[in-house]
Nanobody, 126 residues
C-alpha cells in the first residue's frame, strides 16, 4: 500500500489560483496511476483529474478542463493539481488517490482506486 498526504488547500476568492500537493510514501509513485477527486458537502465524491505513471497521459472532468492541470514528479514521489480561475462551485474536500498502473484507459471512478489520502479543504468565496 502507498500512503498519501494532501496539502495546499485554503480559503480563496473566486478567480484565484491554488496548487495542491499529494506526497506519497511507502511505495515508489511510478508504479501508480494517480488522481484527484473532490467532495462538496452533501454530494458524492467526484472525479477531477487523473494522470498515468509517467505523466504522458491525463484526463479531466469537463467542469475543470482548461482551468486545472494535474502533474507528477516521480523523483519527489509527489502529484500536483494546479487550479486556476477558481469558482465557488470548486469548493470541497480534495482527495488524492492511487491505483497500480494498468494498460487500459485512465480510470475515473471512485471504486477504481484503492489508496486514498484524507483530503485537503478548498473553499472558494464569491
Amino acid at each position: 500500500q502507498v500512503q498519501l498526504v494532501e496539502s495546499g488547500g485554503a480559503l480563496v476568492q473566486a478567480g484565484a489560483s491554488l496548487r495542491l500537493s499529494c506526497a506519497a510514501s511507502g511505495r515508489t509513485l511510478s508504479s501508480y496511476i494517480m488522481a484527484w477527486f473532490r467532495q462538496a458537502p452533501g454530494n458524492e465524491r467526484a472525479f477531477v483529474a487523473t494522470i498515468n505513471w509517467n505523466g504522458g497521459s491525463t484526463s479531466y472532468a469537463d467542469s475543470v478542463k482548461g482551468r486545472f492541470t494535474i502533474s507528477r514528479d516521480n523523483a519527489k514521489n509527489t502529484v500536483y493539481l494546479q487550479m486556476n480561475s477558481l469558482k465557488p462551485e470548486d469548493t470541497g474536500v480534495y482527495f488524492c488517490a492511487a491505483r497500480t498502473s494498468w494498460g487500459g484507459n485512465l480510470p475515473t471512478g471512485v471504486n477504481e482506486y484503492n489508496n486514498w489520502g484524507r483530503g485537503t479543504q478548498v473553499t472558494v468565496s464569491s
